[in-house]
């Protein structure tokens, strides 16, 4: 299986919007739904991993794929943007990498 780039995830995500007369949803709208989309994120960490279990007739859910649903709105709100991912994480690493580079623990080298 070859990996899947930012650029690829970007086309694979536009392809499918591609087929709908609908397009894109306006920024406001993806906001709202990245929105919804943590909420739900939260909720299934907070059942594995937090102190509120799930009831007992509720189904499993998957941090996995709520993290996956994030990500395809976060990709349509860049895609609605004309914004290139790939370019805005070496952005946001370069950010990282200067910024905050004495700002941790570093671990030390043996």
Request: hydrophobic residues 35%.
């Amino acid at each position: 299986m070859e990996n899947l780039t930012l650029k690829g995830m970007q086309k694979d995500v536009d392809d499918y919007i591609s087929q709908f007369k609908e397009g894109y949803f306006q920024p406001l709208t993806l906001i709202a739904r990245l929105t919804e989309e943590l909420g739900e994120l939260s909720r299934e960490v907070n059942h594995t991993y937090g102190e509120k279990p799930k009831k007992k007739d509720e189904a499993e859910g998957s941090i996995a794929l709520e993290l996956g649903d994030l990500m395809f709105v976060i990709t349509c709100m860049a895609n609605s943007l004309g914004i290139d991912l790939e370019e805005a994480h070496k952005a946001v690493m370069h950010k990282f990498n200067t910024r905050d580079a004495n700002r941790w623990t570093r671990i030390e080298e043996e």
